[in-house]
């Protein structure tokens, strides 16, 4: 029972970096950009995070609000790039990953390896000591449950406000969202920036509550899971939340199996998540109809003046 209790308790923690780069990136492919960065601008938002925690009186709240601005300054960054300068999306976001890891590394040595304690799980007297289920639903840090509130935002963001679908037009058709006066450069741009601000989020939620030290590489292939995170869930938030749980809960089971003496190889725990996602992507292909549900102008580039 207290495997099982733990193993539940800490799943929407493992959980929360997935769920909020996905979230991040359904936004960006929603509005036709392909964003392979993630990875990279993790690791920024994870180092800035600590910075600021460190260097600021152990303020947590400051550590995430400016891991998040630095995630938003990078998605710009990665708007302007493909948009206005029409950069490939492919190049410029794997760019952004070799960036990201290089700016920790030349930067981020005077903070590496220095151990803090953030954030704590909340306790709701009754709720939190419902046997099993308390803490997954009661017991989590303040973080989750803003985060589940985000989830619902950006939902009804894309599906039910004006700006969400034209933001959504510009992703399927780029040609008649033009013709019909809507901003596709500025649109994009929107849309870059409001993903890298979720991206932000999960890389500064890594290193202040999940790690709570920073290590150069941290992310350790966490973006690229998102990446396929987003396929998974076709492009829908609430997908992306039950994808996100399914990673969450196998990261956080190896360490409660460990723990437990039930013998597990170190090489397979560094394979076990990228096993996974090759099998929800493979699943994902059997399930999806060729291109039914991606957005039918992700990764291609609009020029105006290509418009017929």
């Not at 300068?85 to 981020?108: C, D, P, W, Y």
Request: include cysteine.
């Amino acid at each position: 029972m207290d495997f099982l209790t733990h193993w539940l308790a800490f799943t929407p923690v493992f959980a929360l970096p997935l769920i909020a780069a996905s979230l991040g990136l359904i936004v960006n492919e929603r509005a036709g950009l392909l964003n392979l960065g993630a990875e990279g601008i993790m690791l920024c938002g994870a180092l800035v995070g600590v910075v600021a925690f460190l260097e600021f009186d152990g303020n947590a709240a400051l550590g995430f609000i400016l891991a998040i601005l630095s995630g938003t300054f990078l998605g710009f960054c990665f708007g302007f790039f493909v948009v206005v300068l029409r950069t490939n999306q492919v190049l410029t976001g794997i760019t952004f990953v070799f960036l990201g890891a290089g700016l920790t590394g030349l930067i981020g040595i005077p903070w590496v390896n220095k151990a803090f304690s953030a954030l704590n799980p909340i306790h709701i007297p009754w709720l939190t000591d419902i046997p099993v289920i308390g803490r997954f639903f009661f017991g989590q840090d303040y973080i989750v449950y803003i985060t589940i509130g985000l989830v619902i935002l950006v939902w009804r963001f894309l599906y039910h406000t004006r700006t969400g679908l034209r933001l959504r037009a510009v992703g399927e058709n780029p040609q008649a969202a033009d013709a019909a006066g809507i901003n596709v450069e500025g649109y994009r741009l929107l849309a870059a920036t409001i993903g890298g601000a979720f991206i932000g989020l999960a890389g500064g939620y890594l290193s202040l509550v999940i790690a709570k030290i920073f290590v150069l590489d941290m992310t350790q292939g966490r973006g690229w899971i998102a990446v396929a995170l987003v396929i998974f869930s076709r492009w829908r938030p609430f997908r992306a939340v039950l994808g996100g749980l399914l990673f969450g809960g196998i990261e956080a089971l190896i360490p409660r199996l460990q723990a437990s003496g039930f013998p597990i190889p170190q090489y397979f725990m560094a394979m076990a998540p990228y096993a996974v996602t090759l099998a929800v992507l493979i699943y994902a292909a059997v399930q999806m109809r060729a291109g039914q549900d991606a957005p039918r102008a992700l990764g291609i580039p609009y020029v105006r003046e290509d418009r017929k």
